[in-house]
């Protein structure tokens, strides 16, 4: 069975902080996605990663393959970075197109 | 505006009433997928769309059912609603599956 494992479970910051939160999955998981979920409740996709490393910002996304490990980095956070940060690994092979989530990551950056 | 609208935002309804949460997309997005969130469990795929036609089963499929008739359109079916079907539900839609997704803002369904 396909697996996606997240840590910490919550992590609370200083604002300034550098933030790392991290995604294990398991072998059939061909990329992976790191979403944020408002208080709100609404989800923004930030990154979709098969190799490498992708930034956007203050946001940083690498994956290892070999490891199968990803990282979501913020630099320099603020307390408008305060969400819960998934990680979502795509299960590819044949028409098998699915997702399958982490349980998420509160991160609460306070002033 | 590029986005996916999902209908409604919230319901509250009574065990077996059959019900429809609409999604609808207009970015041409090829694929789309329905989800529910749970408190301690995540968010978990409940079916998923290639293309028009062309759906397939996630994680939790039992006790619903989807239609994929038009390219835009993804309507998430519930026959026979049950208490353990009260969740967060989301819409997404993506223009192939390597790439980003957009998620509708949800729709909170509470089954009585």
């Known amino acids: 069975k396909n697996e996606v494992e997240q840590s910490p479970q919550n992590l609370t910051a200083q604002e300034g902080e550098f933030i790392t939160i991290n995604c294990s999955y398991s072998?059939?998981?061909?990329?992976l996605h790191w979403l944020q979920q408002h208080p709100g409740g609404g989800i923004v996709s930030l990154f979709m990663?098969?190799?490498g490393k992708k930034k956007h910002g203050r946001l940083i996304a690498t994956i290892n393959i070999q490891e199968k490990h990803s990282s979501l980095h913020i630099t320099a956070s603020h307390p408008r970075d305060s969400a819960v940060y998934i990680c979502a690994g795509l299960n590819s092979g044949g028409s098998n197109y699915k997702l399958t989530f982490g349980k998420g990551t509160l991160l609460t950056v306070n002033p | 505006e590029a986005q996916v609208t999902q209908n409604p935002r919230y319901l509250i309804t009574v065990t077996g009433k059959k019900l429809t949460v609409t999604c609808s997309q207009n970015m041409n997005h090829e694929y789309m997928s329905w989800y529910r969130q749970d408190p301690g469990l995540g968010l978990r795929q409940i079916y998923y769309s290639m293309n028009v036609e062309v759906t397939d089963k996630g994680d939790v499929p039992e006790g619903y059912k989807v239609s994929r008739k038009e390219k835009r359109n993804f309507p998430l079916i519930l026959e026979s609603p049950s208490p353990n079907q009260t969740s967060l539900y989301f819409c997404?839609?993506?223009?192939?599956?390597?790439?980003?997704?957009?998620f509708g803002s949800g729709t909170r369904l509470t089954v009585v």
């Open positions: 072998v059939g998981i061909s990329a």
């Open positions: 990663l098969s190799s």
């Open positions: 997404a839609s993506s223009s192939q599956y390597r790439y980003g997704y957009t």
